[in-house]
């Protein structure tokens, strides 16, 4: 995509910089408040559709999936439509999807529906940073970018509080239809005020790398999503996760052929050539995991186990976000002065230490306590995800970044919905483990066993039958047991985070420890377009 001259004219007295940097401000927030607003409301999904926790995260896959497969589709679809009617359609659909979304009357349909919100919605970050860096010079785009960073770290600390407020006091739908009248104000906004550009160039489109992406990374999410109901020996499973692994085989191949004969891949592999590239791409995939991991449990266990409602839940996850906001402001200076791995490692060891407290955690820590986890993982991953990104673009040549910062925005989203489906299958199926050797536990003489004969008694001096207590008896102790169960296949869950945090630690001793983002004076200055790949990709976390 090429980028015209910044323009100066002015509508009104604002100059017309400004005046796009804040009708995109519409599309960026929207996009990155619906991937966390959700997290909140999965457990009254849960209820609300009857589904358990491995069909009911496919709302958070399908999304991410979906936008890790239309990604790299930014340009070529930009250079042909146009990018502000890419950019109007877009939200135009991401709107729509919402709204789908909100009257979705199965699981399956509101899956469906995420899925067109998450292809939609992939496309409206890259277009408005596009859209501000055809109009602000080179030495303009740090201010810009503050404007752009507001809703960018607003959005995902008052989602899970305004998603659980929501949830709590309306109706899940309600998170959903609360991007409508955000929608319809951005594009008319943007109908009236954005110009189309000229397109100079004709960006060809990789049809047999997108189809084996798509294809490949749909048959690996299904295959590890279903393991937890077929088993890992499941014919189905097996064959979604070979067949799963050979087409992203071949999408490297033919990715990797693309480039030798100059022809533009959807992906251009070539960049983990570069260490520094690979290994911070590595420890970033791990903490991204970490990540998602706990934005996925965490409402789980605090809604299903504890009994919060979804409000209260939200309050409790808030002082987290904040923590990350700080940690992302002040890790932005701390590797300009002391460089990437004096940053990134104490961050991974903040982290570390908040799993290894997390996979003690019961049904009897004080929230205080479990707040303050909250928070130390929270401050930790914010201190790691931007230097890391910092760290993979270090040593990349400037013709390069675009490649780099497109494929490292696909890791990312591909990265987070194989998150959320490990984490889900693994909780899922260690939870039928657990409960199989806790219920042979409960013998005659055991605690519980013990407990069966009081509460038929009790059940019995409330006028129930003799059969009717006892059944009532049973299945109460069967709820404990189920309860229990659960936190210890939490507890596992914590302890695979723990375990990649440990080994993003042993990866980050190889990333590239360059103090800073700028240039040597005695380097060859990067041209517009350059640049603009540069703030992209280091703003893309």
């Known amino acids: 995509m090429q980028m015209a001259a910044p323009a100066v004219e002015r509508r009104g007295g604002l100059p017309y910089k400004w005046i796009v940097a804040c009708v ?184 047999p790398g997108f189809l084996l992406s798509a294809s490949g990374l749909g048959l690996l999410l299904y295959g590890l999503s279903s393991a937890s109901t077929d088993g890992w020996t499941s014919g189905t499973v097996l064959s979604c996760l070979i067949t799963g692994a050979l087409l992203l085989a071949a999408f490297i191949y033919v990715e990797l052929d693309r480039a030798r004969h100059e022809k533009q891949p959807l992906l251009d592999i070539r960049v983990f050539a570069n260490r520094s590239f690979s290994t911070s791409s590595f420890a970033s995939q791990l903490v991204t995991f970490t990540l998602f991991g706990g934005l996925f449990l965490v409402p789980v266990y605090l809604q299903n186990l504890r009994q919060l409602s979804a409000f209260q839940a939200g309050l409790l996850l808030l002082p987290q976000a904040f923590a990350s906001m700080i940690a992302v402001v002040v890790g932005g200076r701390l590797v300009d002065r002391f460089g990437v791995r004096a940053v990134v490692i104490p961050g991974l060891v903040l982290t570390a230490i908040s799993m290894w407290r997390f996979a003690y955690v019961d049904l009897y820590i004080p929230y205080t306590s479990f707040q303050w986890l909250l928070i130390l993982r929270g401050f930790g991953i914010g201190l790691c995800i931007q230097p890391l990104m910092v760290s993979a673009l270090a040593e990349i040549q400037p013709r390069m970044l675009a490649q780099a910062t497109a494929v490292s925005t696909t890791l990312r989203f591909v990265g987070s919905s194989l998150a959320v489906a490990i984490v889900a299958t693994l909780v899922q199926s260690q939870t039928r483990l657990h409960y199989a050797h806790l219920a042979e536990r409960v013998t005659a003489n055991s605690p519980l066993g013990q407990l069966i004969p009081r509460l038929q008694a009790l059940f019995v001096s409330r006028g129930a039958s003799t059969s009717a207590a006892y059944a009532s008896a049973v299945r109460t102790i069967a709820g404990l047991v189920q309860r229990q169960s659960y936190v210890l296949a939490m507890q596992d869950a914590f302890w695979l985070s723990l375990v990649l945090a440990v080994l993003a630690i042993i990866a980050s001793f190889f990333v590239s420890s360059g103090r800073s983002k700028k240039q040597p004076l005695e380097q060859e200055p990067l041209t517009d377009e350059e640049a603009a790949a540069r703030e992209e990709a280091l703003l893309a976390v």
């Open 24 to 207: 995109v401000v519409f599309g960026i927030f929207m996009s990155i408040l619906d991937s966390t607003i959700v997290n909140i409301a999965i457990p009254r999904l849960q209820s609300a559709f009857g589904s358990d926790l491995n069909s009911v995260q496919w709302v958070l896959t399908g999304y991410t999936l979906a936008q890790g497969v239309a990604t790299p589709l930014t340009a070529f679809l930009s250079d042909r439509i146009g990018i502000k009617r890419f950019y109007m359609l877009s939200l135009a659909g991401f709107t729509l999807g919402s709204a789908l979304c909100g009257l979705a009357w199965s699981l399956p349909v509101l899956i469906v529906f995420r899925l067109i919100q998450g292809m939609t919605g992939a496309f409206l970050s890259p277009l408005a940073i596009t859209l501000i860096y055809r109009e602000f010079t080179p030495a303009e785009r740090g201010t810009a970018m503050g404007v752009l960073g507001i809703p960018i770290l607003l959005a995902p600390a008052f989602g899970p509080t305004l998603g659980g407020y929501i949830v709590t006091f309306a109706g899940w739908q309600l998170i959903f239809y609360i991007n409508l009248p955000l929608g319809i104000l951005g594009l008319i906004l943007a109908a009236i005020f954005l110009r189309e550009a000229p397109v100079t160039t004709r960006t060809s489109f990789d049809l």
